[in-house]
Nanobody, 127 residues
Framework: QVQLVESGGGLVQAGGSLRLSCAAS????????LGWFRQAPGKEREFVAA????????NYADSVKGRFTISRDNAKNTVYLQMTSLKPEDTAVYYC????????????????????WGQGTQVTVSS
């Protein structure tokens, strides 16, 4: 069954903005920590941003600091990634990830800390 569903990807010119959304099918899959990762062709999956349930811990990759903002709506079981000042190097498939509800046992930036993953949404930034 579908657990996390991303949306909002697309084609945008450099300097533009996009907002990605990731909705959990039930609260079971809306974990203590929620993260966004991305994978460009021929590259490994890399961390983008993550936020814990309380919202008091938020991490960003250095490459997106100041340009991307992660937020979560716990009432809607949805996490967002607002992306601004997009660059061609931001082109990738973006995945949302969810840790177990009870907690996260590794770094927010580590893919292995997350149990559930969405199917990915393509973001393409043209120069």
């Amino acid at each position: 069954q579908v657990q996390l569903v991303e949306s909002g990807g697309g084609l945008v010119q450099a300097g533009g903005s996009l907002r990605l959304s990731c909705a959990a099918s039930t609260s079971t899959y809306f974990g203590y920590a929620l993260g966004w990762f991305r994978q460009a062709p021929g590259k490994e999956r890399e961390f983008v941003a993550a936020k814990n349930r309380l919202g008091d811990t938020t991490n960003y990759a250095d490459s997106v600091k100041g340009r991307f903002t992660i937020s979560r709506d716990n009432a809607k079981n949805t996490v967002y990634l607002q992306m601004t000042s997009l660059k061609p190097e931001d082109t990738a498939v973006y995945y949302c990830a969810s840790s177990p509800v009870v907690g996260i046992w590794g770094p927010l930036s580590a893919p292995g800390s997350y149990d559930y993953w969405g199917q990915g949404t393509q973001v393409t930034v043209s120069s």
